[in-house]
């Protein structure tokens, strides 16, 4: 129970990566691409140079050792490649973030501008009638007396209680 | 204890935080205040004068609170069509 929420925590906030990424991370690209150079070299030479004492007796045990380090080689050329591949990608979504981010900023502005504007023409128009009723109020209240219930009624409606 | 130790800094020797982090987006201030309550009239007037203006506020306050949901609806929108922007 403990193992998996940790396990939880950890998938949440981290991307964990494979020993042959974190290998890519921590060493320079240069050493595989020397590898790859190296074993192709070695691998080239032990089927050509075979006039050389040293390549000829050696010929098969050069061929097997230059042939891992290239596979090895290889595979990390590939895993440095999908690694700039990712990392290109995710400075491209880190450009889209922030491009968003701004106009995320500048669309509550006008958001906040938009909703000012409502409100104030809202409080004008208020103004603007509560003025006519001043004017006309003598009028209206000798015109018109309103009963207790009908103001119990309206209130009761104001408050949204039964 | 020590292997515990060992295996959780081999676990987490290969984990890099993730590298892009979005924010939620800021919501202004003005409309994340609620809407007033509708305001009463006295029961003691029986002017028609004070009835019409407690109407009169009353619908000023439905109307401001109309105008925050509509700004809510189109803040979420706007957000929404943003986020959805970035793939």
């Known amino acids: 129970m403990a193992w998996k929420t940790v396990r939880n925590i950890i998938n949440t906030h ?4 494979g020993l042959d990424m974190w290998i890519v991370n921590f060493l320079p690209d240069f050493i595989f691409h020397v590898l790859l150079l190296v074993s192709l070299l070695a691998l080239v030479a032990s089927f050509v140079l075979d006039s050389i004492p040293f390549v000829s007796t050696n010929a098969k045990a050069i061929q097997l050792a230059s042939a891992v380090v290239l596979a090895i ?3 990390f050329e590939g895993a440095i490649s999908d690694n700039d591949a990712w990392l290109a990608r995710v400075a491209a979504l880190e450009r889209q973030v922030a491009v968003a981010e701004a106009k995320s900023k500048e669309t509550n502005t006008v958001i906040q501008y938009q909703y000012r504007d409502k409100v104030r023409t ?4 208020q103004v603007v009638v509560q003025e006519r009723i001043v004017k006309e109020a003598a009028k209206m209240d000798a015109e018109c007396r309103v009963s207790p219930e009908a103001i119990s009624i309206l209130n009761q409606a104001a408050g949204g209680k039964q | 204890m020590k292997y515990a130790v060992l295996a959780s800094a081999l676990l987490l020797s290969a984990c890099v935080s993730v590298p892009v982090e979005r924010k939620f987006p800021s919501v202004p201030v003005e409309i994340q205040a609620p809407c007033g309550n509708l305001q009463t009239i006295d029961p003691a007037t029986n002017k028609l004068s004070v009835v019409v203006d407690s109407v009169v506020t009353n619908y ?7 105008t925050k949901n509509d700004t809510w609806i189109d803040w979420y929108n706007e957000q929404k069509k943003i986020f959805e922007s970035v793939k």
């Open chain 2, 60 to 66: 000023t306050q439905y109307q401001l609170c109309q």
């Open chain 1, 122 to 125: 809202v409080k004008e128009t």
């Open chain 1, 14 to 17: 981290y991307k964990c990566l």
């Open chain 1, 73 to 75: 080689a290889l595979y």
